[in-house]
């Protein structure tokens, strides 16, 4: 499975962004996908997560009730709409698949390359 995210950018706070993260591969709709976000001098961290069927969801307390993950497998895409935004959300995030443990970074065996998300004051 090869991943690709996009849908960054330079907003102001309290703006929208939607990030999506494209798949190749048959398989794609078997797998959980994350996104995580790394900031600078920080380390990477879980954001979201959604399971394969779509079903089920799950946030970091920082985005929930502002972050929204969802899929569409006909697609092969996964979404992040991103509301409200703050500051503290600037980072390159990244869109992960194949995991059992959602908020472990260790347990994806997929990663896309980052897009950049810059959110100012």
């Known amino acids: 499975v090869q991943l690709q995210a996009s849908g960054g950018g330079l907003v102001q706070a309290g703006a929208s962004l939607r990030l999506s993260c494209a798949a190749s591969g048959r398989t794609f709709s078997s797998y959980a996908v994350g996104w995580f976000r790394q900031a600078p001098g920080k380390e990477r961290e879980f954001v979201a997560a959604?399971?394969?069927?779509?079903?089920?969801?799950y946030y970091a307390d920082s985005v929930k009730g502002r972050f929204t993950i969802s899929r569409d497998n006909a697609r092969n895409t996964v979404y992040l709409q991103m509301n409200s935004l703050k500051p503290e959300d600037t980072a390159v995030y990244y869109c992960a698949a194949d995991s059992y443990r959602w908020t472990v970074i260790s347990d994806y065996n997929y990663w896309g390359q980052g897009t950049l998300v810059t959110v100012s004051s």
């Open positions: 959604i399971s394969g069927g779509g079903g089920v969801t």
